[in-house]
């Protein structure tokens, strides 16, 4: 039987934030809240969410509520967020690749991969030179450490087990939902020869619902849920935390 809670919180990356789906009533927030019969408290889900930005975002949405059910769709490794200012920006460790790009600022960071810790508008003149110094950074790291794929995991990891672990200290009950076995390294072992495995074995997947790609019906358009399969999601997410 499912539990009554109050309301609805909602975090993760471009898959559960409906990217490529124009009416809003089809995206997975609010057809889980529909399905759930329940208000949204707060959907802080973003196209390009790092898991560490999940992580930040949600611990600051999250610290003073109660009774609320929280869904989170975790996002990808190659992903890291940038506090500056009153907003945290989510940067993809691919983006070093637009730097020589006129207009590689503009096309990557957008409004939607910004989270708000406070809700202005304001946009300080040197934040574009930050990112580019940033994805430089990035870039050089890279190219010369031959660790760079194994930390990344490592620290993904480690985020999901600290989310977890506050969601626990707070007394909130949460799904969070795995996308085609992508907490599953094994192939990612075999193939680059690294250990990866040792860093998961903290993760409680007691409360971890795996959606497989059949089930999302990626829109071969967008590479993202179709609305069939943002219907799917909200289904199963509904049957996972009734069972």
Known sequence: MLKKYDSLYINGCSNIWGHGIKNEEDKCPNLLSKKLDLPIYKNSSLCGNSMKGILYSTVNDLKKVENTLCVIGLTFQDRSPISFGNHQYNYSYNSYEYINEKDWYTKHFLDKRRYQWKQDNTKDKNLENVFKSYANYKNELIKHDNKFETNLYREFFYDIVLLQSFLVSQKIDYVFIEWHNHLDVSVIERKRKIELNCYRTEINFDNILNIEWDEMDINPGT?????????????KVYDFISR
């Open 223 to 235: 590479g993202h849920p179709s609305i069939l399969g943002c219907k799917n999601i909200s289904e």
